[in-house]
Nanobody, 122 residues
Framework: QVQLVESGGGLVQAGGSLKLSCAASGSIFSVNAMGWYRQAPDKEREFVAS???????NYAHSVKGRFSISRDNANHTMYLEMSNLKPEDTAVYYC????????????????WGKGTLVTVFS
């Protein structure tokens, strides 16, 4: 069984900062790409940022220059440092990971966390 658990969400004033964490645990063999997505009220889930095992990163245009994704590969943990937050960043932020398990190390599977709420007020 594999779990992705996000933490670090909360209420913050516009212009402020937050740091989200995502910890993957369970019968993990390897973690490949990891990423953050978000879903605002009445909107579809959208890509925020991603990171490969080699450290290559990619960002949505709307967060580039304000958000920074990083990983601790040894501990299967990912972070999202968010700064200069705007009310339009308000959303539930989800962790996503492509990984293989001890039972099926040859099979890459996608997992999602349950999300953490970020609310930015002006």
């Amino acid at each position: 069984q594999v779990q992705l658990v996000e933490s670090g969400g909360g209420l913050v004033q516009a212009g402020g900062s937050l740091k989200l964490s995502c910890a993957a645990s369970g019968s993990i063999f390897s973690v490949n790409a990891m990423g953050w997505y978000r879903q605002a009220p009445d909107k579809e889930r959208e890509f925020v940022a991603s990171s490969t095992t080699t450290g290559r990163t990619n960002y949505a245009h709307s967060v580039k220059g304000r958000f920074s994704i990083s990983r601790d590969n040894a501990n299967h943990t990912m972070y999202l440092e968010m700064s200069n937050l705007k009310p339009e960043d308000t959303a539930v932020y989800y962790c996503n990971a492509d990984l293989t398990t001890l039972l099926t190390p040859w099979r890459d599977m996608e997992y999602w966390g349950k999300g953490t709420l970020v609310t930015v007020f002006s």
